[in-house]
């Protein structure tokens, strides 16, 4: 099954959960609004495809256990650093192992992109890694926050909980190390070692 089709059955999942709880309207609102900001910046933490939907639901997880001690209004925030330490947590776990994620193999249909354009586009996309993996993890939350998600530095000071000047000395120093390491060609496939 693919990713998006797991995302998207990540509120059922859930569902369970919610009946028991006093905040499901809560919780609902959070999953409804934020489920798919949640599994890009999980995503482009560096967390292959195929464990995405698993941190996801844990995300989910640790802020509906945590609902009731989370300030209204602040859910967001918890579900993304939550998101973050989990991405961190996983990526670390991922060095010391010596197993290699694979992802299921795309079907490809009528009306999808040939097999060369899903080439193209997983290249692209190992690129891409392979640059944000050597970042350090605080200097690329902050660009992917920025920008991949398109927040703004006031958002990510809050979800952070770092000072707003923090963000900007950490966005120039993430986009100048970013730029740095597509210029010299430093990029690798963070699952199979320097790219071509």
Known sequence: MSNASETARLPALLASRMQTRPNETRLRELVDRHVDLASRIIRNLGIPDCDVDDL????????????????????????????????????????????????????VSDGRPSPEDLSDQAQTMRILDGVLAHMDIDLRSVFVLYEVEEMTMAEIATVLQIPPGTVASRLRRAREDFLSRVRRGGFADPHKGRLP
């Open 56 to 107: 996801l639901q844990q995300a989910f997880s640790v802020t509906a256990d945590r609902l009731g001690d989370i300030t209204p209004g602040k859910e967001k925030a918890f579900l993304i650093q939550t998101a973050i330490r989990l991405a961190a947590s996983a990526r670390r776990a991922h060095a010391l192992s010596r197993e290699t994620p694979t992802d299921e193999l795309p079907e």
